[in-house]
């Protein structure tokens, strides 16, 4: 009868951060098949279209890691459900923003629910599961958030198709209010071991990150050697710099420094990067080009674009299942070679009357790249570390990966401007082929990352217990 109960109790654990995680990492891309018409509804240039979609990542990328120790701290069920509070109330917000600027103002409160959510459902589904079966729940976990990738542009292209751009938004908000009740109801209340929240850490980091990303998005319109841009980059920097120095002294930081010296989570954390600004910055424009050059339906092109984003729900639940066997490293730096081939491809056989059929196969292999690397990825992160640090670690990797993402959309956009724009379908093309190929070498350095982790994971984490304690 006990192991009724607790099989019943895995399995709510399960299906209600699936349905939180499926939900937030649908935003992320969500929009993408909007981006057009939203930029005539609203009437945005580029730089408004990029905050539309870095505002909910760099809000999601920096308080990442203060919504896992939120959940150490006040209680992970306490803190996850007040997430999906504010995430579907942003939702709500979202979709009555009369301009560009409402938009990615609550765009950004959405990032903040998103932040709070994501960490937490990776450390509750970790600790309600059991240990011998973990690989293969992750990567479940890991097969919803493909499947949310995967839905994002669909669901935007068929929501603005049959209705209009705002009901992407209100979507969230039947989720959010039958997942808030069940969360408190079927959910059991744990705390992590770390008793403050790191304050300053989270206010330098904010400043830094916020600083380069402006400068990033402004970089072309304002004029790369103006103040403005000079100034925030620099100063952005410098407080990222700040932040280092203050999580190496602080006896409570958000961001462990001593993390990076296991060789696995370092190098996991350099692949999670380098992945998501190929693939956000790409995709960003891909799910435009449909579109703009060659004149498809939203929903259209949310389509064309599935042979890519629905690869990882098939991918990534077998990759996971394997990572418990093969060497993880392999499979993810696999994974990302594959996807930085399907770029690359891409890129070489785009022009503005390239026929679709051309592009299934590119496409598809970068697809398969992406759903190898999700659940792998996790896994290994998890193992690299003490089992009580399992939420600081699942925050970092997740924040690094939503940081590449804005970081990706910005330069990448920043490429299609110094080559090309909106002006044509060829100025277009223009623009985003170099672009394409930028993040195709972006994700090849990741990949070279993954193969260099080599050794397994728990090494590393047998290895730094010792120097820990000689250290204290």
Known sequence: MTHKVSSSKTWWTFAITSAALFMVTLDNLVVTTALPVIRTDLHAGLSGLEWTVNAYTLTFAVLLLTGAALGDRFGRRRVFSIGLGIFTLASAAAALAPTIGA???????QGLGGAIVMPLTLTILSAGVPENRRG????????????AVAFGPLVGGAVVNGISWHWIFWLNVPIGLVLLPLALARLDETKGPFGRVDLQGLALASAGLFGIVWGLVRGNSVGWASTEIVGS???GALLVAA??????RTDH??????????????LANVASLLMSFGMFGSIFLLAQFFQTVQGYSPLGSGLRI????????VVAPIAGALSDRIPAHRIIGTGLALQATGLAWIAAVSTPTTPYADMVAPFAISGIGMGMFFAPIANVVLSSVRGEEEGQASGANNAVRELGGVLGVAVLASVFSQFGGYTSGTAYVDGMNPAVYAGAAVVAFGASAAFAIKRRPRTDVVALEPALENAA
């Open 136 to 147: 293969v729940f992750l990567g479940a976990w890991g097969g919803i958030s493909g499947l």
């Open 233 to 235: 980059l620099v100063v």
């Open 253 to 266: 930081p958000m961001l462990p420094m001593r993390f990076f010296r296991s060789r696995t989570f370092a």
């Open 103 to 109: 938009l990615d103002a609550a765009r950004a409160v």
């Open 306 to 313: 599935l042979p890519w984003t629905a690869m990882p729900m």
């Open 243 to 248: 932040f280092v120095a203050w999580e190496l």
